[in-house]
């Protein structure tokens, strides 16, 4: 691996890290737990269209995990892993088909980023009552998606020539 893909690695990891702390300073308050804009997904979708499949994996689950050890605790690192594996998978493929805009692959992305998450809640807390509590995250995971999804778009049509890589 060149040291310039292990210094690019290194700068989405803490680029990753600095967007999902800035976020927890962001008061978004509007009754509803658990949603938020995913603003560090930038560079998961960044990474996927520009590093590669493998390297936006990696950047992943590295934010994942130093975030959820740093801001978080054990159990919400848990659902994190949850939605955000769920979260890749569903973008990796989608990206894969040729089939969708980078628009598209963000929202499906934020979508089941949520969707994992109500999953791994429901097995946790034992309870099939919180599927109810989808449609909420469905709609905020739809327009969180959109505009991760446009920020990626454009940061990607401007910056990709610099970090090429595949």
């Known amino acids: 691996m060149s ?8 700068m989405m990891i803490a ?9 927890t300073l962001i008061p978004i308050n509007i009754g509803i737990p658990g949603v938020k804009l995913g603003i560090s997904n930038i560079v998961v979708i960044f990474s996927l269209y520009t590093l590669g499949p493998a390297t936006a994996f990696f950047i ?13 605790s054990i159990s919400s690192m848990i659902y994190s892993l949850a939605g955000g594996l769920l ?11 040729n089939r969708f805009s980078i628009y598209g692959v963000s929202v499906a992305g934020g979508i089941s980023h949520n969707f994992g998450q109500i ?15 989808y449609p909420v995250l469905l709609l905020s995971g ?8 446009m920020i990626s778009a454009l940061l990607v049509k401007r910056l990709k020539s610099v970090y090429i890589t595949e």
Request: charged share 10%; glycine share 8%; aromatic share 10%.
């Open 15 to 23: 680029l990753a890290f600095v967007l999902n702390y800035v976020e």
């Open 60 to 72: 992943a689950i590295i934010r994942i995990v130093l975030c959820g050890l740093t801001f978080g």
């Open 142 to 149: 739809s327009i969180a998606g959109v505009l991760i999804g």
């Open 119 to 133: 999953i791994m809640a429901i097995i946790i807390l034992q309870t099939k009552l919180l599927i109810y509590y």
């Open 87 to 97: 979260s890749y998978l569903v973008m990796f493929l989608l990206k894969k088909t």
């Open 3 to 10: 040291s310039k893909k292990v210094a690019t690695i290194g």
